[in-house]
């Protein structure tokens, strides 16, 4: 870990930016450029102190999550959080193995949307980071480690929770979509990857899997309109709007209802009462729908 680089590399970034680059409000007067350190520690989920020690050459080695969460705050592009990870004395990611670093392009539109559901989804499925009406209507995915991270395990391993937002007549149409958008990531990244590891764990624990994976379909896109059911604004019609990266890696979902509907009404309740109604709903799938 080289203390002093991983410092100055940390200081310079968080001066480079400015407030409404990250999503934030400018508020009063600044005396300094950039951000201030509160706000990159409020961006990246840790404490002021924690990132203070840092950028003083006095911290402890940051964890790869913590690195992870770091390069999201600082809208670190592939390259730089690549050295971010060096420095701080760990290996450097894959860049396609559908981890938790965020596209910065994505993330530039996302901090931009506040007042309709969005969130951006690796290819295996997994939410890398959600808006707050998305955390509303979808429930907190910050939560899931391990394979659990997958929409795609979930789907097929916890049916009862991962399922609950689908009507009934639209559950078998989402778990094929499920198997063919895996085999897309599969077919990509390869056997020895996260999503072969993702694919045999299902093989292994899911019959339905299993049959739905010898058809061998593949597809890679989302659905155009969808209903969600939501546990206390009931059914939801949404229509869905995706945008890639360049290599596919990366998926911004957008959720938005037609202006004067009934459900545009329901998105708005929703984000006025945000979390605070219905922190116990279950959470909808979203990832590699079809």
Known sequence: MD???????????????????VGLSEGARRRAPGLRREEVALL?????????????????????QMLSSLARAL?????ERDYLYRVAGHNTPDRFSGGGHVSP??????????DTPALVLSNLGEALVQNRMAVALLGDRSGYTGLARSEYYRWFTDPENARAQYPEEDRARQSRAQVASLRDAYGAMGPRSRAGELVRALLAESPEFAELWERHEVARRFEDHKTLI???LGPIELDCQALFTEDQSQCLLVLTAPPRSEAAEKLAL????????FGGSPAAHVGGEG
């Open 3 to 21: 203390r002093a680089a991983l410092a100055d590399f940390l200081r310079r970034h968080r001066e480079s930016l400015r407030p409404s680059d």
């Open 105 to 114: 392009a994505l993330q530039r539109v996302l901090d931009r949307l506040d």
């Open 75 to 79: 809208r670190l592009t592939d390259d």
């Open 44 to 64: 990246a989920a840790m404490s002021t102190d924690y990132y203070t020690r840092l950028e003083q050459r006095r911290g402890p080695q940051p964890s790869e």
């Open 230 to 232: 939501h546990a206390e």
């Open 270 to 277: 929703l984000g006025v009462l945000g979390t605070q109604s």
